[in-house]
């Protein structure tokens, strides 16, 4: 069984959903060969460097840009030069598909699942595609070539039905949830974890995500952390910078400022975070689909933060409507909204309880399974 798992490297999640079907194929499938690949950079080594980094700087610098262009590229001329784009370098794929020779394609970005679905419907390729849409609310790039497409597995149920409102068979459609690592699964001794980062047992733990090496709305950021450790009392805090150095930098002297070295503790990168998962009250970070999973698999509240225009804003709202989230939004006092929160025992347990509703801690298992069949 020949499988080749395509992503692209806008944003980590679509890497993180394929590495962790990646993982799980080859521990329970040894005789499989699989492969990982950048379909972008592969088709175009200098156009993917172009577009991920102009991505990351609108992001970063100018997000509303970037909503815009998410919104314009679900239809319209937009979606028009992308579906053309990548009907072009399709072509350049076909020498790789001709040399693998796979039996199956797994997609993480729609990139990958349109340039494979054309190739398809000209018949250059017969391999069965599978599409793992990696965030909480649809986006039609995802579903170009659809009538091609063998599989497609979404977050949640209410996907579903939009797939299907777009004429997609149901029968090809699975809410299994995004893929995660096995390793949220896991059981871990919640006082070694503790004693190993210096944190006490009597405390509501607090894990923040700063927003990693986009920095997303820095000032806000800053604004929001401080807010939550001089105001809010019987808390520790779990800071994660990221690959964001001026943000660590930037954390440790609010620490100081505050004087809550011993209940705040900042960390730059850790692979650490299924272990901090599992003793920690609230998430405080940007609702990218991927930590979203996470959090939602260790029934996890949070409170979000900075979501890029397009699709996290989408994310954002859903995870609000639902009852697991609180959107933190540009007018709204930090103070207030943490307050209300911790001030609120039943609030907190409302919204661990309501992670059941979207909770899937089995998604790449369940999602090899469908595949395997």
Aim: proline share 4%; charged share 25%; glycine share 6%.
């Amino acid at each position: 069984m020949k499988v080749l798992i395509f992503y692209a490297s806008y944003g980590g999640g679509h890497l993180n959903a394929a590495k962790s079907i990646d993982s799980y194929l080859r521990k329970t499938n040894p005789d499989f060969d699989i492969e990982l690949i950048d379909c972008m950079k592969y088709v175009n080594i200098t156009l993917e460097k172009i577009t991920t980094a102009a991505y990351r700087h609108m992001a970063k610098k100018i997000p509303w840009a970037w909503g815009r262009i998410y919104a314009d590229s679900q239809k319209g001329p937009l979606a028009h030069i992308s579906s053309r784009s990548n009907k072009i370098m399709a072509i350049k794929l076909l020498k790789l598909l001709r040399e693998k020779k796979p039996n199956l394609i797994i997609s993480t970005h729609p990139f990958g699942s349109q340039m494979c679905s054309y190739l398809k419907r000209k018949g250059k390729i017969d391999s069965k595609i599978a599409t793992i849409m990696t965030d909480f609310a649809p986006h039609d790039q995802w579903l170009v070539g659809s009538s091609h497409t063998d599989y497609f597995f979404v977050a949640h149920d209410k996907m579903k039905q939009y797939l299907i409102s777009k004429n997609i068979p149901e029968e090809k459609i699975f809410a299994t949830g995004i893929p995660i690592s096995e390793r949220f699964l896991s059981s871990y001794n919640r006082q070694e974890i503790l004693d190993n980062f210096g944190l006490q047992d009597n405390l509501k733990t607090v894990l923040f995500f700063a927003g990693g090496e986009f920095g997303l709305g820095k000032t806000r950021t800053i604004e929001i952390f401080e807010s939550l450790i001089r105001y809010i009392d019987n808390i520790q805090v779990i800071a994660i910078s990221g690959k964001n150095e001026k943000m660590n930098n930037v954390f440790h002297e609010v620490v100081e400022r505050c004087q809550k070295e011993n209940t705040v503790k900042v960390l730059s990168f850790t692979d650490k975070v299924p272990e901090l998962m599992s003793i920690t009250d609230l998430v405080v970070t940007k609702p990218g689909g991927l930590t979203t999973s996470e959090s939602l698999a260790c029934h996890l509240p949070m409170v979000i933060i900075n979501p890029i225009p397009g699709q996290e804003e989408e994310n954002a709202a859903f995870l609000e409507s639902k009852g697991i989230g609180v959107w933190l939004k540009k007018n709204d006092v930090p103070r207030f909204v943490f307050e209300n929160i911790f001030s609120n025992p039943e609030k907190l347990q409302s919204m661990r309880e309501n992670t059941d509703q979207l909770a899937k801690p089995h998604s790449t298992e369940a999602i090899c399974n469908i595949l395997l069949k």
